[in-house]
């Protein structure tokens, strides 16, 4: 025996190479192992162990509740190493009703609320599954999914579940894995199994056909679906888009002619105590001025009473000021990135969706009809020994009676496997009634109809179509539109409301505008601290900044503006004023409000005016001009505009009102040429507006003319003063003249 040290496998590696190999891997572990569901029965691995492990505690929907500490106790020690907390989580929202839209997993005990409550400790609550879970779990012990190997090799888990209707859709699925997210909304099952139904009938139907099936999402907190039908339809059709969904509401009579508004359904995943929280807090700001009190009368339904400070007030106006202000309103977001067989993660359409579902489905019955005709093909050999014995009953009892090894002499006489000489000798006798008889042949009889049925069921696709129809329609009368649970909650407008409501959004907009419209000056300083003062003030030194800060813009603005940024990386950033900090202190950071690189920075703040012309340069000497209106950005990240190529930034951003265009470099020259040179472009990377031998662009304007140029000291320059600087787009230019600002900027 070689009682040698063992050496460590150590190898030299560089070090981006190990780092890249081993982020690689676990961003596929996260894919694939966490974030994103499978397609076919629409759960992440976390959810299928959940079901599994509590189906083999038998934790069936006739079955006793069991305590929830032993469920994650047997997941986490069998199939799912990590944390208890984790796994708990999930299995929780599996119960609740307002997370999911068909519960998976029946909870006893305080399994949290609307409110955002968490739920008790998992040592105080109790589940079991649901009869929908049981349908999901169908067949499994029928050979209708692979299994593998746990991680610790002493178990066996399934790879997917069986699935007997479309999970991935009816539940729908968040999660964030490394470079890839989901977001799938729930939907109505019954609508769902419709349309399965027709899409095994038929596999090239339209997908309009579909969409008169499903609708759109079914929200389990209901709701109401605003978007315009032809966005929904799209959405659909690429697996990627949104759903406007509002709370639903009404106008309840009060005594002595008053009324008050009631809501009874909130918009998804909107926690109802932080909603009243927002609207009280706008109660107190005075930015909802029409709106006196809100009261939360909510019991196991929801009721939030909102109370006018008048009855004269208008309800739709009033609710278009909560929609635009508060998460009475919601965007849905749908992004259907899923793993197609369990592999490959992309994004498919509704239509891709299902039929990943309906091939699932056909696996399944493959696999189970197969399973079913071994088990047929076993029986049928022990039935066909005893209907040999009923045949011969004097000679075999004869062989078993006189033979001291009556086995091999029952194979050679009877021609049997030595399976049926087993079935035969451990007969009982009571067994060799005639009633018997009758029942071993009827059970035969039944047996290989099965057989003969299941086999002709292999061959023929038609067949394996309309077993699959009878199932899913099956699914759908248990779970459908007639049942309690299966009831669509959510409302979809039509093409008609969604415009009447888009004519009280503006109507809203305008009375908000009137109501708000305050004068406001907007400071932000040298290192992006932003924040607003009380009316128009002139700038002054007394506003002060933060150690080692000073001032950068100053805007005298009004709270109904937007705010418009332009960043070195070639971005437009949109603010809403009337959110911008204001008070007393120092301010916020910009990027708190903006998704702004830390390489990048400001080239310039402006309130929006619409219409307006924008010139934007670029330190290459490249630049364009571009309409304001186009610029304007909808998100955090901003909207791109101009093309910055690595190690050029954007330099400038001035309005447009002149004849004649301006350019400046580094080396002094001065470039002026005509305004209608300058190409007008939506996004781009533009012209050369001025070259260079070395150096770089430092500012560029627009001006008339006749009144001169102006530098950043605020000289002007006449025409004549000028005449050696004119030329042609993309000309070096020439000097500037005598006493221009040594900043080289224009005024």
């Known amino acids: 025996m070689d009682d040698a040290p063992q050496q460590d496998d150590i190898r030299p590696e560089p070090l981006s190479r190990a780092l890249s190999e081993r982020y690689l ?21 976390v959810h299928r162990r959940l079901l599994y492990a509590m189906r083999e505690l038998g934790l069936n929907p006739a079955a006793g509740f069991k305590k929830c500490a032993r469920v994650v106790g047997d997941v986490i020690g069998k199939y799912h190493p990590h944390g208890d ?55 499994i012990d029928e050979d209708a999914a692979d299994f593998r190997p746990t991680y610790d090799g002493e178990e066996r888990e399934p790879v997917v579940l069986p699935a007997a209707f479309p999970n991935l859709l009816a539940n729908g699925a968040t999660g964030i894995a490394v470079g890839m997210a989901t977001s799938i909304p729930p939907h109505n099952l019954g609508e769902l199994c419709q349309a399965v139904a027709a899409l095994i009938e038929n596999p090239d139907i339209q997908d309009r056909t579909i969409l008169r099936f499903v609708k759109g999402p079914d929200f389990p907190t209901g709701g109401v679906i605003v978007d315009d039908p032809a966005a929904i339809r799209e959405a659909y059709r690429t697996g990627r888009g949104g759903f406007r969904v509002r709370a639903r509401w009404e106008r309840e009579e009060t005594a002595r002619g008053a009324w008050q508004i009631v809501v009874d359904q909130i918009p998804y995943q909107v926690q109802k105590s932080k909603l009243i929280e927002r609207i009280a807090e706008l109660i107190e700001q005075k930015k909802i001025p029409a709106l006196d009190d809100v009261r939360d009368e909510s019991a196991e339904d929801i009721r939030i009473v909102l109370v006018p400070k008048t009855r004269t007030a208008d309800p739709d106006i009033l609710m278009e000021q909560l929609f635009r202000e508060t998460e009475l309103e919601n965007r849905v977001p749908l992004n259907l990135n899923v793993l197609d067989r369990g592999l490959v993660p992309r994004v498919m359409s509704l239509r891709e969706a299902l039929q990943a579902f309906i091939g699932h489905r056909r696996d399944v019955l ?3 009809s197969r399973y079913r005709l071994a088990k047929i093909a076993d029986r049928l050999e022990v039935l066909d020994a005893y209907l040999i014995v009923y045949l011969n009953l004097d000679k075999v009892i004869r062989i078993v009676r006189t033979e001291d090894e009556p086995k091999p002499k029952l194979i050679r006489a009877f021609r049997l496997s030595e399976r049926q000489a087993d079935a035969i000798l451990n007969m009982r006798l009571r067994a060799l ?51 309690p649970i299966g009831r669509r909650r959510t409302v979809i407008a039509g093409q008609k409301e969604v415009e009447q409501i888009l004519a009280r959004a503006g109507e809203a907009a305008e009375v908000i505008a009137a109501v708000q419209r305050e004068p406001i000056t907007i400071v932000c300083s040298e290192k992006l601290w932003i924040r607003t003062l009380k009316g128009h003030q002139e700038e002054n030194d007394s506003v002060k900044h933060r150690e080692g800060d000073r001032g950068r813009f100053w805007m005298p603005a009004e709270t109904t503006d937007r705010l418009m940024l332009f960043a070195t990386d ?54 364009f001009s571009t309409d304001e209106d186009t610029a304007v950005a909808m998100t955090r990240a901003g909207k791109k505009v101009m093309n910055v190529p690595p190690g050029i930034e954007a330099a400038c951003c001035r309005f447009i009102a002149g004849d004649h265009v301006a350019v400046m470099g580094e080396n002094r020259k001065l470039l002026i040429f005509p305004f209608s040179e300058l190409p007008e472009l939506a996004r781009g990377r533009g012209v050369i507006l001025q070259r260079y031998k070395d150096g770089k662009l430092t500012d560029a304007c627009v001006f008339d003319r006749k009144n001169g140029l102006k530098d950043s000291n605020g000289r002007a320059f006449s025409a004549v003063e000028l005449k050696d600087c004119f030329g042609q787009r993309g000309h070096a230019g020439r000097v500037a003249p005598r006493g221009f600002a040594k900043s080289n900027r224009f005024g």
């Open 25 to 45: 891997a676990y961003a596929l572990s996260t894919i694939t192992s966490r974030a994103l569901p499978d397609a076919r029965d629409g759960l992440k691995p």
């Open 85 to 139: 907390q984790a796994v708990y989580d999930a299995l929780v929202r599996l119960a609740q009703d307002f997370a999911v839209r068909y519960p998976l997993v029946e909870g006893q005990g305080n399994f949290g609320n609307v409110d955002g409550d968490n739920p008790a400790a998992m040592r105080y609550t109790e589940s079991r599954l649901t009869a929908l879970a049981d349908a999901l779990l169908q067949g």
């Open 366 to 368: 493959g696999r189970r």
């Open 433 to 483: 009634r005639r009633l018997e008889e009758t029942e071993i042949r009827r059970e035969h009889e039944a047996l290989a109809k099965e057989q003969k049925d299941l086999n002709r069921l292999l061959r023929s696709e038609k067949l394996q179509s309309e077993r699959l129809i009878e199932e899913i329609t099956e699914i759908g009368k248990q779970f459908g539109a007639a049942t």
């Open 570 to 623: 070639g971005r437009f950033f949109t603010l809403d004023c009337s959110k911008l900090p204001g008070g007393r202190g120092l301010g916020e950071p910009i990027r708190d409000f903006i998704d702004l690189p830390p390489e990048a920075d400001i080239v310039a703040a402006f309130v929006h005016s619409p219409g307006r012309k924008l010139l934007v340069a670029a330190t290459s000497g490249h630049g």
